[in-house]
């Protein structure tokens, strides 16, 4: 979603409608299924033009560079309330045809609002949850209200997660807004402003950025920003200008053929980068916090949730504390009995990811601390916990996440070891492993590309694996058969491997392809007899080992041997074998892997 106001036309340096193309190319990663977009002209003219399809697919009928004027907003959508289709697709408008609106989120009392609506005599058009919004303003501008006092009214009516602009006729130079949960950023320029869903959209015209807060409305026009907290009063958006340290190179693919491969060659140097930006982030007083801690929740979801597996492997079995990971959207039944003996980490790439985000909120109001682990500066996760650390990985376009997984993993490890003094623990290894897993993941990249390209075309026409592990492996394990069930569209399920003979082992015939991620730890024995049982029914065995665990590589159809760790530092770098396997089973089974189907980037809806 984006918007922007511009004082005269060219002010952006291109069309209006090539300007908002632009933009949604950016946002692409965010998954949508229809696309759209509103100009008005100098003259005040109105045009709205919309399609069910891939921007790629659908730009040149749209014309949007034929399209040029003073305002304008577009929108990506990805369906929820109604099927895909051209008259589902945004901009949605009221019944004369003057107001305009394009929205993320989902309205949780939209039966009783389309009720209100349809009594009222408004004609509905489609079957989205966004058209009622135009509807509820048009009732508020007949009764006389102007538009900042009807968008108020608005507000105080709808209930869910929303963030949605809205361009009134009646006040043609102002894009009016409001926000939910669903995340909005507001891009400053030079006779011009940009709202937008995120950072991508407004970077190559500008770094200088204001984030919208839950519970706040308002306008922009060219010149001028007004922002208010419901209920409160206007608020000084200026004071809260963030200058973006990302610049616009970070988010083309600088040569790849896909953003995945770009962001998977990028890990070293995201590693570097994190673990600089640490070194002033994990305190005395945060190292406290996590010390005094009864327990210790970490939680995320999908990748993020991998990760926080792999933390919480570190934190009990190396620190002995106790700490419990889960998958932010079963908040509900697990964060029971908190209070503020407790301690939250929340881990989310994009910092708005609206299960952990609720999770969060469950934890504050139970009185925990919450610690936020994010990528993203001013994000709604890292607003409200009480302490944050930035991972500072660059920013991550691909769906299927790479670098922030490796960042997460890294960011854990590195506070396991700076609380080891305090549990008068020798780290000595961890740290170690930690300071050369930069390096460790650049030569497994580097030795292992082309080997993986080969496997995944022996591989491709495959229906189904296993992704097994024990105790350390498990995230890496999980994170493995997750990418490739997002991008190559395998059945790929991760379970601890002493667990196949009780089911999962029934699926298992000649050729079936089981991939098991042995460290150099105490588990290493444990799994050679799950090993042999594979192999023992003809099982097409892949072995990511270190390379001193000879026996298990030998057992294997496809050995790896990976350099010899012994702590879950070695999941930020043995993930690197499922990644390039997952990528490359994508592009030979003729799959985009930055555009995984039914897939967005950020959920923000529950």
């Not at 632009?22 to 919309?50: A, C, H, P, T």
């Not at 501008?141 to 608005?154: F, K």
């Not at 909120?361 to 500066?377: F, L």
């Not at 010899?564 to 993930?575: G, L």
């Amino acid at each position: 979603m984006v918007g922007v106001c511009q004082r005269s036309r060219g002010v952006i340096g291109e069309s209006l409608g090539s300007f908002l193309k632009k933009s949604l190319y950016k946002l692409e990663y965010r998954g949508y299924d229809s696309v759209g977009f509103m100009v008005v002209d100098q003259e005040g003219r109105i045009y709205i033009r919309k399609k069910r399809g891939k921007l790629a697919d659908v730009e040149e009928f749209l014309g949007f560079d034929s399209f040029d004027g003073l305002v304008g907003i577009a929108h990506t959508r990805w369906a929820t309330h109604g099927e895909p289709s051209d008259r589902n697709a945004h901009p949605h408008i009221d019944c004369g045809g003057c107001i305009s609106i394009v929205h993320n989120g989902t309205l949780q009392n939209y039966q009783e609002l389309k009720e209100y609506i349809v009594s009222r005599g408004h004609l509905l058009r489609s079957d989205t949850d966004t058209e009622l919004i135009a509807h509820l303003l048009e009732e508020k501008l007949l009764e006389g209200l102007s538009p900042l006092d009807a968008l108020r009214e608005v507000v105080r009516i709808i209930r869910g997660t929303y963030a949605f602009l809205a361009y009134i006729c009646r006040d043609p130079g102002r894009i009016y807004f409001a926000k939910n949960v669903s995340p909005m950023i507001i891009g400053i320029g030079n006779g011009f402003n940009i709202i937008a869903s995120d950072i991508p959209a407004i970077l190559s015209h500008t770094r200088r950025a204001i984030v919208i807060e839950d519970g706040e409305v308002g306008y922009i026009s060219a010149e001028n920003i007004y922002v208010e907290k419901l209920g409160i009063g206007a608020v000084d958006p200026f004071s809260r200008i963030t200058i973006i340290d990302w610049i616009p190179d970070m988010i083309d693919k600088g040569g790849y053929p896909h953003y995945m491969a770009k962001e998977i060659y990028e890990q070293p140097i995201a590693i570097h980068s994190t673990l600089s930006g640490l070194l002033d982030q994990v305190g005395d007083e945060l190292q406290r916090i996590l010390m005094r801690a009864r327990k210790i929740y970490i939680t995320g979801a999908g990748t993020s949730y991998n990760a926080s597996m792999a933390i919480e492997y570190a934190f009990r079995n190396i620190l002995d504390l106790d700490t419990r990971a889960f998958i932010a959207s079963e908040y509900q039944s697990i964060l029971r009995g908190f209070d503020d003996r407790d301690v939250l980490i929340a881990v989310s790439q994009s910092g708005e990811t609206i299960d952990t985000l609720m999770a969060l909120r469950r934890a504050k109001g139970m009185g925990a601390k919450v610690i936020a682990i994010t990528n993203v500066v001013g994000s709604a996760i890292a607003r409200e916990a009480d302490y944050k650390i930035y991972m500072r990985a660059g920013p991550e376009i691909g769906v299927a996440a790479t670098k922030t997984f490796v960042s997460e993993v890294i960011t854990g490890m590195y506070i396991a070891e700076k609380l080891c003094s305090h549990r008068g623990i020798d780290c000595s290894q961890l740290a170690s492993e930690i300071r050369v897993s930069p390096d460790y993941v650049r030569i497994a990249i580097e030795k292992y590309s082309k080997d993986l390209e080969t496997l995944s075309k022996i591989l491709k026409s495959i229906r189904s694996m296993y992704f097994l592990g024990r105790g350390s492996t498990l995230a890496v394990s999980y994170e493995g058969a997750l990418k490739v069930k997002e991008i190559a569209y395998i059945h790929a399920e991760a379970y601890p491997a002493g667990e196949s003979k009780h089911g999962p082992i029934a699926l298992v015939e000649p050729g079936f392809p089981v991939v098991f991620t042995v460290f150099d730890d105490e588990y290493s024995e444990l799994i050679i007899n799950n090993i042999e049982e594979m192999r023992a029914r003809g099982a097409y065995i892949v072995t990511v080992a270190s390379e001193n665990l000879s026996r298990h590589l030998r057992l294997a159809s496809k050995p790896i041997p990976m350099p010899v760790m012994k702590t879950p530092v070695a999941s930020a770098v043995y993930v690197v074998i499922h990644q390039l396997l997952a990528y490359n089973l994508a592009v030979n089974r003729g799959y985009d892997p930055d555009k995984p189907r039914n897939l967005a980037k950020t959920v923000t809806v529950e």
